[in-house]
Structures are given as C-alpha cells and as structure tokens.
C-alpha cells in the first residue's frame, strides 16, 4: 500500500491550489472505513495535522485553515482532496495525506509554497 499526493505548487497570496492524494494497494472497504487526515511539515516544525475527512462525521480543521481549506473524499477512487483557498505564506508546507492512525506508509508529500 502507498500514498501518492499530487497537485502542490507556486500560489501567490489569496490564491488557491487544489491537492489531492491516491491511495493505491488498499482494499476499498479499508479506505471507507478510515478517517483520511492531511498533514503539512513545514521546515524545521512538526508535522500537524490541518483536516480530517471521515465518512459519518462532519469534516473538521485546524484552526488555522478553518473557513480556508475544504477535505473531501471520493470513497470509488480511494482519493482525498484538499481544496485550499486564500492561501497565505504561513502555509507553506510539504502536504500528506494518511489514514488518521497513521498506518499507511507515508508518501512523498507534495510542496505547497505561497509567496506574499
């Protein structure tokens, strides 16, 4: 089983970027039955945990992407995306995905990086 994020890039400020993250060699009824997490690392931080998509609850944000970030899922496509709006400079970060207890493999992420 892996994990493959796509769809990070350069976005200036107020911009949007669009992530998404595919999880291969996992049976679809493992993929539904989990709560997807998106992670970012930035340089010399942790990684924190920015949304959660589960599929009998309510979606739910870190703080500081509330009102900004939106998680969906496509359970036929063991795909979850990130749509991120009105970017800002704090939050550029290497972006993963994973289950939310963290027992896949992780991927390579995906770079998000918003210039001012």
């Known amino acids: 089983a892996h994990l493959v994020e796509s769809g990070g890039g350069l976005a200036q400020a107020g911009g949007s970027l669009r992530l998404s993250c595919r999880a291969s060699?996992?049976?679809?009824?493992?993929?539904?039955?989990?709560?997807m997490g998106w992670y970012r690392q930035a340089p010399g931080q942790q990684r924190e945990l920015v949304a959660t998509?589960?599929?009998?609850?309510?979606?739910d944000y870190a703080d500081s992407v509330k009102g900004r970030f939106t998680i969906s899922r496509d359970n036929s496509r063991k795909t979850v995306y990130l749509q991120m709006n009105n970017l800002k400079p704090e939050d550029s970060a290497v972006y993963f995905c994973?289950?939310?207890?963290?027992?896949?493999?992780w991927g390579q992420g995906t770079q998000v990086t918003v210039s001012s």
């Open positions: 994973n289950f939310l207890t963290n027992s896949l493999p």
């Open positions: 060699g996992v049976i679809t009824s493992v993929f539904n039955g989990n709560v």
């Open positions: 998509s589960a599929n009998r609850a309510s979606p």
